[in-house]
């Protein structure tokens, strides 16, 4: 993605999350059709199309140097938060 990144943002963004929103439908239907490699090949989908990586640079490429720090920060934050509320509200939505 760094290559590309050197352009645009929004193609690699759009193609990163069109991958991850695939492989997760694939993880997600992989139990209903009792498939261990649709799982795996699933998860393999959605870890090419993670754009958090492409977000942290275009962080870093847009803010400036004195708040940097702190907008990287937050991109932490806000991804830290994401996967710690994720399983609790799996449980409120199974009820």
């Given at each position: 993605f760094s290559y590309w990144t050197n352009y645009n943002y929004k193609s690699p963004i759009l193609f990163a999350a069109?991958?991850?929103f695939i492989g997760n439908l694939m993880y997600a239907t992989a139990y209903t059709y009792k498939?261990?490699?649709m799982c795996l090949i699933g998860r393999a989908i959605a870890g090419i199309g993670s754009p958090?990586?492409?977000n942290r640079r275009c962080v870093a490429d847009i803010?400036?140097?004195s708040l940097r720090t702190a907008s990287s920060a937050a991109f932490g934050l806000a991804t830290a938060l994401g996967s710690a509320m994720g399983p609790g509200l799996?449980?409120?939505?199974?009820?």
């Open positions: 069109s991958m991850q498939s261990m490699s958090r990586i492409i803010t400036p140097f799996a449980i409120i939505l199974d009820f």
